[in-house]
């Protein structure tokens, strides 16, 4: 235990030149979370889901809460016939004409052997999904991951994208036709984002957020997951953005590195009693405007995968767009 907290310690006291993230709003009830999903339902309930067990549900009535655990979107296990079915990653929740659509990934850790899948929704309440199956799936001869999906709207009526990918050749996407009963990726698949490996800043977790003539591509890049032993200090999990005038890329930082070149301006990073911060989505809240939130680990608590809590920041949209916290 001392070596763990204490070693942190000295690592973040060493960070002496990282930028000034604030630390996030406050989160009351049942706050673990890990890879949420914010999604608010029309009568004003805040449904967040999380990776682990068949994709948690928890709800509160405003962003900080408090937060009740009621369930999980899938009963039993994922109809994907696939090691892992049973304990379901990284939700990704849109609503799409009158419809709640769930992605979900299945995998093991370590393992390119993946699928996406999805399930709907009109309520989003548990009990209420009905599981669609796989919309994707990966080998160890596919040249990405088929896990973390996130879907965003194009510019287009009717226009969708699917964008996915960890580690093997980082982040994918495709167009992808929706429908009641279909989420079909259709498109050509194209890698919009990576790291060279020997960095040993991995890519994953990918988000999408369209803001005032860009499409603003997050991303959670380094070592996720477990920190005993700690790596080496600034390559654990943190928040970085990249941004293009088109949904499909090319995808630049804000210094104007590809980010198929390893590009990606850091927004959020270990700080304070703040760990690992990632698996981050942005939602447009009605109070606050848009939002980061994300799951981080709290130094004086302890850094085990159960120890991530949900945090969350208001987005400052700069005068030359670039997001800060
Ligand atoms: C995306 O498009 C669908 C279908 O037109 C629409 O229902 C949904 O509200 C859109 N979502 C966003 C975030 O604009
Ligand atoms: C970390 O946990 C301590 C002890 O519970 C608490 O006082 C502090 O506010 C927490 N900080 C964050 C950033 O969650």
């Given at each position: 235990?001392?070596s ?6 000295v ?7 990282a930028?000034?993230y ?9 706050c ?18 999380s990776?682990?067990d ?9 962003l ?11 009963q039993g296990?994922s109809?994907?016939?696939l090691?892992g ?21 299945v995998?093991t ?6 699928a996406?899948g999805?399930?709907t ?6 009990g209420?999904?009905?599981?669609q199956?796989?919309?994707l799936t990966?080998s160890?001869?596919?040249?990405y ?10 510019t287009?009526?009717d ?8 580690y ?30 020997d ?12 803001h ?15 920190y005993?032993?700690?790596p080496a ?12 005038e088109?949904v499909?890329?090319?995808y ?9 070149a390893?590009g990606g ?13 990632g ?7 009605p109070?606050?405007?848009?939002v980061?939130?994300y ?6 608590i ?7 809590k949900?945090?969350?920041?208001v ?11």
């Amino acid at each position: 235990m001392w070596s763990l907290l204490s070693s942190a310690a000295v690592l973040l006291a060493g960070v002496s030149t990282a930028a000034a993230y604030p630390n996030p709003e406050g989160c009351t009830g049942d706050c673990f979370t890990h890879d949420p999903s914010v999604v608010r339902r029309t009568d004003g309930t805040y449904f967040r889901f999380s990776t682990l067990d068949l994709i948690s549900i928890r709800t509160a009535p405003s962003l900080s809460g408090p937060w009740t655990d009621v369930g999980s979107v899938i009963q039993g296990e994922s109809i994907i016939d696939l090691d892992g079915n049973d304990v379901l990653w990284a939700p990704d929740v849109s609503y799409i004409r009158g419809l709640y659509y769930c992605l979900y990934a299945v995998s093991t850790s370590g393992s390119q052997n993946s699928a996406i899948g999805y399930a709907t929704s009109s309520t989003m309440e548990p009990g209420s999904w009905t599981d669609q199956g796989e919309i994707l799936t990966s080998s160890s001869s596919s040249p990405y991951n088929a896990i973390d999906p996130s879907l965003v709207n194009g510019t287009g009526a009717d226009e969708f994208y699917l964008t996915w990918g960890s580690y093997w050749g980082d982040i994918y996407q495709a167009a992808a036709a929706i429908d009641t009963t279909y989420i079909y990726p259709s498109g050509n698949q194209a890698q919009i984002a990576y790291n060279s490996p020997d960095d040993g800043n991995y890519e994953e977790g990918s988000f999408t957020y369209y803001h005032d003539g860009y499409f603003y591509l997050f991303l959670s890049v380094g070592a996720c997951c477990t920190y005993d032993p700690l790596p080496a200090a600034g390559t654990e999990y943190h928040v970085v953005v990249c941004r293009s005038e088109s949904v499909t890329g090319p995808y630049v930082d804000e210094s104007g590195t590809a980010c198929t070149a390893g590009g990606g301006t850091t927004i959020l990073a270990s700080h304070d009693e703040v760990y690992a911060p990632g698996g981050q989505g942005v939602f447009n809240d009605p109070v606050y405007g848009d939002v980061l939130y994300y799951h981080y680990l709290n130094t004086s608590i302890g850094l085990d995968y159960d120890d991530s809590k949900f945090g969350w920041n208001v987005i400052n949209w700069g005068a030359n767009g670039w997001p800060s916290l």
